[in-house]
């Protein structure tokens, strides 16, 4: 079910954001990845903090994180938001 999403060819693929109204818009999606990050960053912070034992380490870590996992999850989004399987 999942490969047929990639191999036959889906209309909305082509439609702009603004012509397929079920399409997440871009924004949405950065506005999404920046508060799950906020999120997850504070959890990291927290974990590394408990393993390190030292709060500039556990900072240093979250700050590396936080823009790593915030590019990774937007283009996440955006693959996922092509793929009409379970819409």
Avoid: C
């Avoid at 047929?4 to 997440?24: G, L």
Wanted: charged fraction near 20%; aromatic fraction near 14%.
């Amino acid at each position: 079910m999942i490969a047929e999403q990639f191999i036959t060819k889906n209309n909305t693929a082509t439609k702009s954001y603004k012509a397929d109204r079920h399409s997440e818009n871009p924004k949405r999606s950065i506005v999404k990845s920046i508060s799950w990050r906020f999120i997850g960053t504070l959890d990291t912070i927290v974990i590394s903090w408990v393993v390190t034992g030292t709060l500039s380490v556990a900072f240093s870590i979250g700050a590396v994180e936080l823009f790593t996992k915030m590019i990774l999850y937007f283009f996440h989004e955006r693959i996922w938001d092509r793929i009409s399987w379970g819409k």
